[in-house]
């Protein structure tokens, strides 16, 4: 893989001095500091570039007089080693090796028979021997460059201090107290070598400039120092974000460099292209734009130029327009999921999981061992996401890889897609939960649909049996009228007797009808209160907005409504009156008219009632019906508003009132009689305005008037929030 035009999220190296554009006037100010100073200290916000102005923009035009050391801490770990040999390890890397060095006289002061490992000790070796044979080049100035120094503080309390006291001593003492001992011991004992030249040499003080590169976050640990290196803080130097002149120079430079080891070709932007770019990078002008934002935004168009430049027809030079540029926001988002993405399928989860879980902690990134990586993904992929720039490999004291993200820019938007993932998470399992709900109800509902039919049967069952007694009664009567009606042809006297026989037949059958009747009207009547007493239970949950219960209540309701049981119309006469006038005019026994149109008038009656029965089973059924369907509705609702009022739970134990207040606003949107919406929406709005009126007088007392005036914009917002 060639070299790449922009960085993108990693800082600049040493050999990309040549594309480090924009930061002129900061490297011409850094290095009239440290030819006149001791000690500088560098500062600025996380992603304006400190890193890179150090190896691509100061440490490549250091005049030759410097020697620089360019020393990192990362952060501590159970297998770090210590901060002082972090120095030592540098200083070995820069020399090429320590075996190299002569003999001298520290050589034979007494340790006790250990070796010899201060800061002090190293420095004075390489004074004594030094660095070339050409004497003009013995007067070498040590530069120490601690990058992101604020990672030593991540190191146990007394490494912090061993480091201090040796750093104390290399800068501030020409011969360590400890040393005086050793040293006259070994003179005693060995006069010749301990000349007096030698003492002078050895009482020479050791020409070490310091550059300390913090973030300004957290320039406030730098007061644990202070006890030993007293003028750390006394010049100092900040990074600011670019400004447009700066940061379109460093646009449009690197693009137009016609080295061909680059992966591309020489490329231009149109001026509406780098106004868009400058515009957004700058909020339209409104702020300064940090380096590692334009960086990633330039990596990401230097592919699109190369893309372009594969469809340009002959020797034409690319130029990128406004149409060519990418998608603006969350473009760090988009950093990170391309990057990802890149990976085969298989490994994308895990390659998250590593990124997300591990390489983030605290909100801070951290550096791991490629052992413990090799857990997640394979040393392929470790490669693959290296050389996206989404992770930076560093090799450690163990002669293996540490991984880290490549810059704290990319952070955040990691953790904002690390929280959209839970959240779909969460509504997965959320809907997960109500489709088990849902089925176990479906399974309780098909159970009561089951003992609700095997009910109906029972009815019915009894019903047709019933229905075959009255068959057979009436068989038995037709029968008996058969014979009184053949006994009467016969004598009048057997036919009068028949008739008497046929009326008491008459009157018992009678009877059992009217029981009959009776007892469906008692199943009738059963009925209706089984309804109505379901329905009262159904409604009552329904107010109490259990609608679960009162879905399952009108289910229950509903297998109560009959539709089929009617009465049947017959006449219970209590004596045969039309028998002694049969006998009178015709000498037998016929119908009576009158009474026949009478019986019919009373059946068209009862068949009208049986109408408007049928009628009013039906209206029930669709009325619950509509019913169940609001009931299912509500219920849906209700899940939902309890998702937002438990959102909204979250966001308050955060602090993030406002989420909170748009969740519960949102809630009383879906059902604004939801019980306990309004409440919840007082208590959150009240704490609020409390948390940051305080916050506004406490800014405001401490002359803080930046962030008084942000807790002042937050709560007016929280104000205005209505339901």
Request: charged content about 35%.
């Amino acid at each position: 893989m060639g070299q790449r035009r922009y960085p993108g999220a990693t800082p600049f190296r040493g050999d990309q001095a040549k594309i480090f554009y924009g930061r002129d006037r900061d490297i011409e100010k850094m290095l009239t500091l440290i030819q006149v100073e001791k000690m500088v200290l560098l500062y600025s916000k996380s992603g304006l570039g400190k890193t890179s102005l150090l190896e691509a923009g100061i440490i490549p035009k250091l005049p030759l007089k410097f020697s620089p050391i360019s020393i990192r801490f990362y952060a501590s770990s159970s297998e770090s080693i210590s901060p002082v040999q972090r120095v030592v390890k540098a200083l070995e890397k820069a020399i090429g090796g320590f075996g190299q060095l002569p003999q001298t006289i520290l050589d034979h002061l007494d340790n006790d028979g250990k070796p010899d490992q201060s800061l002090w000790y190293y420095f004075k070796k390489l004074q004594f021997a030094g660095l070339t044979a050409d004497p003009e080049k013995n007067q070498k100035t040590f530069l120490l460059v601690f990058d992101q120094f604020e990672e030593l503080f991540s190191y146990a309390k007394e490494e912090v201090t061993e480091f201090k006291n040796q750093f104390y001593e290399l800068t501030e003492q020409t011969v360590p107290d400890r040393y005086a001992s050793r040293i006259a011991s070994a003179r005693r004992n060995n006069r010749e070598l301990f000349t007096r030249e030698a003492l002078a040499l050895l009482h020479k003080r050791i020409d070490v400039k310091t550059i300390f590169a913090i973030r300004s976050d957290r320039l406030h640990l730098l007061n644990n120092l202070s006890d030993k290196i007293t003028n750390i803080q006394h010049v100092f130097y900040e990074i600011k974000s670019l400004d447009i002149a700066q940061a379109t120079q460093a646009v449009v430079k690197p693009a137009q460099d016609k080295d061909s080891s680059f992966d591309t070709k020489p490329y231009s932007f149109d001026k509406d292209a780098i106004e868009k770019i400058i515009s957004e990078l700058s909020d339209g002008g409104k702020q300064s734009i940090e380096t590692t934002q334009l960086q990633i935004v330039c990596h990401r168009i230097e592919d699109i130029a190369e893309e372009k430049s594969k469809t340009t027809v002959g020797e034409g030079s690319v130029e990128i327009e406004v149409k060519d540029l990418p998608e603006f926001k969350n473009i760090f988002l988009n950093f990170y999921n391309d990057s990802i993405n890149k990976l085969p399928e298989k490994d994308q989860a895990n390659a998250k999981r590593l990124i997300e879980d591990e390489l983030i902690r605290s909100k801070q990134r951290i550096s791991l061992d490629e052992n413990i990586c090799r857990e997640y993904i394979d040393e392929f992929q470790l490669k693959a996401l290296v050389d996206t720039h989404l992770l930076r490999a560093e090799q450690n004291s163990f002669g293996r890889f540490s991984f880290e993200l490549s810059h704290d820019t990319l952070v955040e938007p990691i953790l904002e897609s690390q929280k959209k993932y839970k959240d779909e998470q969460e509504k997965i399992a959320l809907k997960k939960k109500q489709a088990e709900e849902l089925k176990k109800l479906e399974a309780k509902r098909e159970q009561e649909k089951q003992e609700r039919e095997e009910e109906l049967e029972r009815i019915k069952a009894e019903q047709d049996r019933k229905e075959k007694e009255r068959i057979r009664r009436r068989r038995w009567q037709r029968t008996i009228l058969a014979v009184i009606s053949f006994s009467l042809l016969v004598s009048l006297y057997f036919g009068y007797l028949s008739v008497i026989n046929y009326c008491d037949a008459s009157k018992e059958r009678d009877k059992a009808l009217v029981k009959e009747q009776e007892a469906i009207q008692n199943l009738i009547k059963f009925k209706d209160s089984q309804f109505s007493g379901y329905c009262e239970n159904a409604e009552t949950a329904k107010d109490n907005g259990d609608y679960k219960t009162a879905i399952e209540n009108y289910y229950v309701a509903k297998t109560w409504i009959h539709t089929d049981i009617t009465l049947t119309v017959k006449d219970s006469s209590s004596k045969c009156n039309f028998i002694e006038y049969s006998k009178k005019q015709f000498g037998t026994i016929i119908p009576d008219a009158s009474k026949n149109r009478k019986l019919d008038s009373i059946a068209k009656v009862f068949e009208g009632k049986k109408e408007l029965a049928r009628n009013d089973s039906t209206h029930k059924v669709d009325s619950i019906n509509q019913i169940i369907d609001t009931c299912n509705l509500l219920l849906s609702k209700a899940g939902l508003i309890k998702n937002l009022l438990y959102q909204a739970t979250l966001f308050r134990d955060k602090k993030l009132f406002i989420e909170a207040l748009k969740k519960i606003k949102e809630a009383h949107q879906l059902d604004p009689n939801y019980p306990g919406i309004s409440t919840a929406f007082v208590a959150v709005k009240e704490e609020a305005k409390r948390m940051y009126g305080k916050s506004r007088d406490d800014y405001k007392e401490v002359g803080n008037f930046t962030k008084m005036k942000e807790a002042e914009s937050l709560l007016e917002t929280v104000t205005k929030i209505k339901l």
